[in-house]
């Protein structure tokens, strides 16, 4: 779960971590009177599940209630990476003598969270990555060892925040020194593991489901898991091991997968309605491809969920079906009922529709 960067100041803000003050507004309006009650320069800042906001213009200085009312104007009701802005963070600029990246992360290769660090804040860590990896892992903008005292107590608050609400991600950028010589998160990026939201009601109800891309919202709301890519054979398959060897076969055939579905291991056939309105839902998408492997799921709920799902929903694009398993036989003469044919083969099925995807739109 994503989680705004109010929200994790918030969280941030109760572990003791140095944040500014800042307040959320819905309207112009709101802006102009924060902006007001906090008195000289403030920023402006888009609320939303993406990053780049920025570069998108979704952050903007203002030195005046005016100036912050405009912001917001522009602002609210912006798109950024196809995410509508609601609402703006307005909180009062920071004197800042330097920047730095602090970030804590759960790395499934160490099966460990590491911290990384960067004296070069203030952009995309990913930027940082991809040009000067040498960059990281460095904090030498902390020499002067008051600062570095702070520093270090920021990095150890920001590691039982980090813990505290289950994160898979924390960080601060840009983490700054300000003329006055304090240390301050200006910025707050948190996201938290699903799976240990049983836990965390506090935390859960931050979610807000208006803010999530639709299909991933959609695909939580159905019990599947759903990750999109920017190919255009549409999978649907069940198991996270069978999703991820049909990408790599559909890859090796020379296509491009648009997303990562999984129906998981019970599937009844609304769930695959719900994939089917997910997948359909994607412009991009030029084929669909099913990949069913029956163990626990029933071969023939799965084809009785395409026979609804064409019922319901008005399904333009061809389609590619490998049913093999638990009650296979039934599946193939629902399917065949109804004009659908099913392979059996697993290679087969992803070259069909690595196929159909190439040939020109009708």
């Not at 891309?213 to 959609?218: F, I, L, Q, S, Y």
Request: hydrophobic residues 45%; glycine residues 8%.
């Amino acid at each position: 779960m994503n989680i705004h960067e109010y929200q994790a100041k918030e969280i941030f803000r109760s572990h003791g971590i140095p944040v500014p003050p800042g307040r959320i507004a819905r309207t112009p309006e709101e802006a102009e009177a924060l902006a007001r009650e906090y008195g000289g320069t403030v920023v402006v800042k888009a609320q939303v599940h993406a990053g780049g906001r920025g570069k998108a213009g979704g952050v903007k200085l203002a030195e005046s209630p005016s100036e912050a009312r405009a912001a917001a104007e522009r602002i609210l009701g912006m798109q950024i990476k196809g995410l509508t802005v609601g609402q703006v963070l307005v909180t009062p600029s920071a004197d800042i003598a330097s920047e730095a990246y602090v970030g804590i992360a759960m790395d499934r290769g160490s099966q460990s969270s590491v911290v990384m660090v960067s004296a070069e804040g203030g952009i995309d860590i990913e930027e940082v990555a991809a040009t000067n990896p040498a960059a990281i892992h460095k904090l030498s903008l902390y020499a002067d060892p008051q600062l570095a005292r702070q520093a270090a107590k920021i990095i150890l608050q920001l590691y039982e925040a980090y813990l505290a609400v289950g994160a898979t991600l924390a960080e601060i950028n840009p983490l700054i020194t300000s003329g006055e010589e304090e240390v301050l998160a200006i910025d707050a990026k948190m996201n938290i593991d699903d799976n240990a939201l049983f836990n965390l009601p506090e935390v859960e109800a931050m979610r807000d489901a208006e803010a999530e891309d639709p299909a991933e919202r959609k695909a939580r709301e159905a019990g599947l898991s759903y990750i999109k890519l920017d190919g255009d054979v549409g999978c649907c398959v069940n198991g996270a091991g069978l999703a991820m060897a049909t990408m790599d076969l559909v890859k090796h055939y020379g296509g491009s997968p648009a997303n990562f579905l999984d129906i998981g291991g019970s599937s009844s056939p609304d769930k695959v309605v719900a994939a089917l309105e997910i997948i359909t839902a994607d412009p991009n998408v030029r084929s669909i491809l099913f990949n069913i492997f029956g163990g626990i799921t029933r071969c023939d709920d799965v084809a009785n969920g395409i026979v609804e799902a064409t019922r319901r929903i008005d399904i333009d694009i061809p389609i590619a079906i490998r049913l093999t398993g638990t009650n296979e036989d039934e599946a193939v003469e629902i399917l065949r009922e109804h004009g659908f044919a099913a392979m059996t083969d697993m290679e087969d099925v992803v070259q069909r529709a690595v196929e159909l995807a190439s040939e020109p739109a009708a």
